[in-house]
């Protein structure tokens, strides 16, 4: 499992409302390779596999990981992995709006993300992946 970056999840929660929390149910698909993406989520409670295809390991990522940030980054952004809970999973979900209201306001909310893009790309590295597509759900 992906080493998590609790403070970039603290960082969402304290900027979440009410309605940006969500329960994911065991199996159920967050989103797919190329779906259009609006949102970068944080995992509050359970664990997400995110499958970068067949040439590619996957990931598991658990409680304080984000993921899907690049769909905040780029305004064209097509997912580029299927994420799936892979048991019951609460969300924390950041639209574009809130993503760069966080990012002026909290500038240490952009280090905890690039940190835990680091990890993430460091663990993928290790276990063998081929970086030329590197993860960016």
């Excluded at 900027?15 to 989520?41: C, K, P």
Aim: aromatic letters at 6%; proline letters at 4%; a negative charge.
């Amino acid at each position: 499992m992906t080493s998590p970056t609790p403070g970039a999840l603290t960082t969402m929660r304290l900027l979440a409302q009410e309605q940006n929390l969500r329960t994911i149910q065991a199996g159920e698909v967050i989103f797919r390779t190329g779906d259009e993406g609006a949102s970068v989520f944080g995992i509050v409670d359970g664990e997400v596999g995110i499958d970068w295809g067949k040439d590619h390991d996957g990931e598991i990522l658990g409680p304080g990981s984000s993921f899907g940030v690049g769909a905040l980054v780029d305004n064209q952004h097509r997912r580029v992995g299927t994420a799936t809970a892979l048991r019951e999973t609460q969300l924390l979900e950041m639209d574009r709006e809130e993503f760069l209201f966080a990012l002026q306001e909290l500038p240490m909310f952009a280090v905890e993300m690039l940190h835990g893009l680091e990890d993430r790309l460091a663990h993928q590295k290790h276990s063998g992946s081929d970086l030329s597509q590197p993860p960016q759900a």
